[in-house]
């Protein structure tokens, strides 16, 4: 991210005049469920089986609740809130995207806690929201999912659990989260989130099975700071982020008043922050809604009688005029270069020839028996995504102590050096590196050996250290 980003990002703006569109008639928006049957025995409320009508439709027909197929697979099924406008389903919610369930499950009203569950008929939990005693079920005209305990008062929103769409006029309060999905056509939970840090708006990548959460872009509340300390510890500590309601950008701002502690990091000015990205596709008469996409950009989409569903902006990568800004563009050690094209180091080959987009993985595999020993390839000039918001491991005098940092542990995958701060970054795993795009840092990799014969050697550093068990 550059030094000075700018509060706003400003995008081009393309103005395209549509006529308005019809709605579809109203039928069923609300469950009431206040004269349930209280006998014990539990109300089966909808079955899995059923895909073809929805639960609860909102009453000016642009959002469905209802049972879906995962990616066409008839034996799973999901919950969800689907867009049904235009002859096209937007899938805008999941309740189950990680735990599909079977056409023999059932969503029920269990008594006497008058919980909804959705249940397998072996009696498996697959869902479960936090609320009891619930008295209706409605399906908004804004997308979102409420459920009302008694005297009406709201118990759970499908607001509060994104996948990985937000829709005008949502919002994330301070430490929720929305994650995106594996792939344009598969749900599961993908490896990017955009959360609402205490100071901020932060985008974490997560590939480890730690669940280690990296950011890749920050934007926070106080614009002159965009620091991952700033974010998680500023005094402005109650960040809401808002996609604003005209789709026009997100607004960052605070859930209550704003302090004296807060405004003294911004010299004494209630600065609210954001993104900004006009729409270029569109008016009034269609929906929009942002996306977390497959590879961690903000994609926003407007959907019309007369334009159908298209994609309007690839926020990051229109204003980085790069996708190698994106931590997984070009997979696991892949080297994206300035022309945005992928390829492989050194002692690394295509996991998929046929895609360079699927990454690299090492042609021989690293063996932990004298990892002591290994070596390192360098890759001069090349960055990494993670370097610009995590503490270095240590600053040393020179890439030798860098490498031998990493010699210590064998799940220690590659290091970065920073000739001009001596900052040492380690990491177990690595996704794309950008290719010759900071000259003062340099990437070497762990290998078993040496390339063969006729190589550079100034594509190689020696490392071997004395390592107690």
Not at 35 to 57: E, F, K, V, W
Not at 136 to 161: K, R, Y
Not at 325 to 350: D, V
Not at 421 to 426: I, P, S
Request: proline content about 6%; glycine content about 6%.
């Amino acid at each position: 991210m550059p030094d000075a980003m700018p509060a706003m990002i400003s995008l081009p703006f393309i103005t395209i005049f549509i006529v308005h569109a019809l709605l579809v008639t109203c039928t069923k928006d609300t469950l009431d469920l206040r004269r349930s049957d209280s006998n014990g025995t539990d109300i089966i409320l909808a079955g899995a089986q059923n895909t073809s009508h929805p639960i609860l439709l909102s009453s000016d027909g642009a959002y469905a609740w209802q049972f879906f197929s995962r990616n066409g697979d008839l034996t799973k099924r999901l919950l969800v809130v689907l867009r049904v406008l235009f002859n096209t389903s937007i899938v805008v919610w999941i309740a189950n995207r990680d735990h599909p369930a079977s056409p023999d499950a059932s969503l029920l009203l269990e008594l006497p806690l008058r919980r909804l569950t959705l249940r397998e008929r072996n009696g498996a939990v697959v869902w479960s929201p936090a609320a009891v005693n619930i008295s209706s079920i409605v399906m908004n005209t804004n997308g979102s999912l409420h459920i009302l305990g008694e005297a009406g008062a709201l118990q759970w929103q499908s607001f509060d659990e994104p996948a990985d769409v937000l829709v005008p006029g949502q919002y994330l309060l301070t430490n929720h989260t929305a994650t995106s999905s594996i792939s344009v056509t598969d749900w599961t939970t993908g490896f990017y989130t955009l959360k609402a840090d205490p100071g901020g708006m932060v985008l974490y990548a997560t590939f480890d099975a730690q669940q280690t959460m990296i950011p890749y872009q920050i934007f926070n509340y106080i614009r002159e700071n965009d620091t991952i300390a700033s974010s998680l510890y500023s005094n402005c500590n109650h960040t809401i982020i808002i996609y604003d309601k005209d789709g026009s950008g997100i607004t960052l701002e605070q859930s209550g008043t704003v302090t004296p502690q807060c405004l003294a990091e911004n010299n004494g000015v209630p600065t609210i922050n954001g993104v900004f990205f006009p729409n270029r596709i569109g008016n009034d008469s269609g929906y929009r809604f942002l996306r977390i996409s497959p590879i961690g950009d903000l994609v926003t989409f407007y959907i019309s009688n007369f334009t159908g569903l298209v994609q309007d902006n690839e926020l990051f990568r229109v204003f980085y005029n790069t996708y190698c800004k994106f931590p997984s563009y070009c997979g696991a050690y892949g080297l994206c270069s300035s022309i945005q094209n992928c390829s492989c180091p050194q002692l690394f080959e295509a996991i998929d020839p046929s895609d360079p987009t699927q990454g690299c993985q090492r042609q021989t595999p690293l063996n932990c028996s004298n990892f002591e020993h290994h070596q390192f390839l360098q890759v001069p000039g090349t960055d990494y995504y993670a370097n610009d918001y995590l503490t270095p491991q240590k600053v040393v005098q020179d890439p030798t102590e860098c490498t031998n940092l990493c010699l210590q542990s064998c799940s220690c995958s590659a290091a970065f050096y920073n000739n001009n701060t001596g900052a040492c970054h380690l990491y177990d795993q690595l996704r794309t590196m950008q290719y010759l795009a900071n000259p003062n840092v340099i990437a070497f990799l762990r290998v078993t050996s040496l390339p063969g014969t006729g190589q550079s050697d100034k594509m190689v550093i020696r490392n071997q250290v004395r390592v107690t068990p």
